[in-house]
Every structure is written in structure tokens, then in C-alpha cells.
């Protein structure tokens, strides 16, 4: 039942991201395996338009903040407001204590806010004053940044990146798909309503099942090799050592078996492929990966480290 309501998501969130398979399934993939999801791309790419299409199918609050410098951490999670009549302070709640968050823009907010935003992505709860309050099993957020724009912007710390399941970078459309969006989008007409809601009970079934697919031991060992290769004192990958100033941690061993799971999940599979692990290990890692100052020389960025990861790790 979860995978069939999964499935009609995808063709509804297809439907109106024209030419973005992959962003769509990774967002799917985010949501299954209860994760966060960075994406990044030029503006006018549809990143917001698919977080929002993907908040009107699922049950749930949606929230969507747009990050300024000015922004405060306050603004994110709500504060205590003055009642005078009484002489009380009642709290009042922001907006991440919603079920699905899209954080417009993040790299333009200080690093106050980013630590409040951190807080909620890595701990499920939000810290005010001396009380802290837990958020829904159903809490994910959404990230948008462009990577043009330097001036006003804050890049994210590394702590903060690694807190993110995915890292998804959306690119420019073909021409045929640029024409399908121009005869979509020709009638000005906003999102169409979802056929369907997609359920929390729905959502926390489906990632129950995640869970339970099976990942045989080689593939285990196979994935546990590539993200070792990744740290340069590993001796694992001589080739990649000196290209890689700081590699990926135990945290992204656990998001890209995951997320691999997830994928087979919704491939309709009760097992994992290598496929699988090598497809989901560009998202999963190319945020994670702190290329060294002989790769820049090179011109060599994430993806293509990861490329040269999967070449040389050898597959069962």
C-alpha cells in the first residue's frame, strides 16, 4: 500500500517538475529515510516549486523561510511573548515546529541562525530559553541554495553540511524539456492539487519498510570501503589520498546504506544493488568531501572525486 501511494507521489511530483527525475527521487528519498536534503542550483531551476509540490501532497504543516542576514534565530524558532493583562510570558511557536521546511536561500543567514537551524535538523528539537521542545516524527527540511551569488552570503560550516542526508544539485534542462515547461507553465497556472495525500501513518509505514530491505554482507563491505577510501590516511585509495583534505565519517556510512535502501525500496526491490550504492553515493557525499588544494588545481570538484572513488574501489 505505502509503495503504491510513493509511486502516484512520483508521477504527480513528475507531472509538474517537468525534466527533474533526479531531484524528485531524491527528495522521496530524504522523506523515506528521515533525512535532510540540500539542494543547489542556478535560480529559476524549480527547486522551490518542487519542495512545495511535494509539502501540498504530504499531510502535514508547511513552512517556507526565506534567509536574509538579518534574519534571527528567533524567527525560526518562535519566542516567549509579554502579556501584559496577566504579566505572563506565553511561547509562541516558529516556524520550524511545521512537519516540512523549506529554508530558502540558507547561505544567506549569520551563523547564529544556522546554529538554531542545526539544533532542530540534528537533535528532532528546538531549545528556548531554559525549555526545549521535541518536534514531529515528521520533520524534514528542505534547503535551497545558489552557488552564484557570493556577496551577503554565509557559507555553511562543516558540521552543518554533514547534517544533511543529500546534497542534490539540479542542472539546466535540455531544449525538448525546456519546451515542456514553456507549454506547461504557458496558461500561468499554479501547481495542480495533488490526486492524493500522502499520510505521517503512510510516511512512517514506508520508512519501517526501508528499513527491513536487505543489504547482503559483500555490498556492506563494499559500501564501509568506499567511504574509508575517502579518508587520505586510509591507505585504502593512493590515488584519491592527496586530492581529498578531509574525507567522509561514519555518519555518511549509515546515510548512504540508507538511502540505497531507499532507492531499492522504490524501485520496488527487497534488496539492494551496487547500483544502488553507487548512484546514491554522489548525493550522499559530494557535501561531505573537502577537496585539497592539489584537486582545486586540478580543477577537480566533489563529483568528479567521487567518480574517480567509484573507479577505483573495486565492486563485488
Not at 524567527?75 to 511573548?81: A, K, N, P, Q, Y
Request: negative net charge; glycine residues 6%.
Amino acid at each position: 500500500m505505502a509503495a503504491a501511494q510513493f509511486s502516484a507521489l512520483k508521477d504527480y511530483l513528475s507531472s509538474q517538475i517537468v525534466g527533474q527525475d533526479a531531484l524528485i527521487e531524491g527528495l522521496l528519498i530524504a522523506l523515506l529515510c528521515d533525512g535532510h536534503v540540500l539542494i543547489e542550483g542556478a535560480p529559476g531551476l524549480a527547486k522551490t516549486r518542487a519542495v512545495k509540490a511535494l509539502a501540498g501532497a504530504v499531510e502535514g504543516r508547511f513552512a517556507r523561510i526565506q534567509f536574509t542576514p538579518d534574519l534571527l534565530p528567533a524567527d525560526l524558532t518562535g519566542s516567549e511573548v509579554f502579556h501584559p493583562q496577566d504579566g505572563s510570558f506565553v511561547f509562541q511557536p516558529g516556524p520550524l515546529f511545521h512537519h516540512l521546511v523549506l529554508a530558502d536561500e540558507i547561505n544567506r543567514a549569520p551563523a547564529k541562525v544556522q546554529s538554531a537551524l542545526l539544533e532542530a535538523m540534528a537533535e528532532h528539537q528546538i531549545t528556548v530559553g531554559k525549555k526545549s521542545w521535541r518536534l514531529p516524527p515528521l520533520f524534514m527540511v528542505a534547503a535551497t541554495q545558489n552557488p552564484i551569488e557570493q556577496e551577503g552570503t554565509y557559507p555553511l560550516p562543516e558540521a552543518q553540511l554533514d547534517r544533511f542526508l543529500l546534497k542534490l544539485r539540479v542542472e539546466y534542462p535540455s531544449p525538448a524539456t525546456e519546451l515542456a515547461i514553456l507549454q506547461l507553465t504557458a496558461r500561468g497556472e499554479p501547481l495542480a492539487a495533488a490526486p492524493m495525500t500522502l499520510s505521517q501513518a503512510t510516511v512512517l509505514q514506508a520508512r519501517t519498510e526501508v528499513l527491513a530491505i536487505t543489504l547482503q554482507g559483500r555490498l556492506e563491505h563494499y559500501l564501509v570501503d568506499l567511504i574509508c577510501a575517502t579518508r587520505p590516511t586510509s591507505g585504502l585509495c593512493p590515488v584519491l589520498a592527496p586530492l581529498i583534505a578531509v574525507g567522509a565519517s561514519p555518519r555518511a556510512t549509515m546515510g548512504l546504506a540508507r538511502s540505497a535502501r531507499a532507492r531499492a525500496w522504490l524501485a520496488g526491490r527487497d534488496f539492494v544493488l551496487p547500483e544502488d550504492i553507487q548512484q546514491q553515493a554522489y548525493a550522499v557525499l559530494r557535501h561531505r568531501l573537502i577537496p585539497s588544494y592539489q584537486a582545486l588545481a586540478d580543477h577537480l570538484d566533489s563529483d568528479a572525486l567521487i567518480a574517480l572513488l567509484l573507479d577505483q574501489v573495486p565492486c563485488p
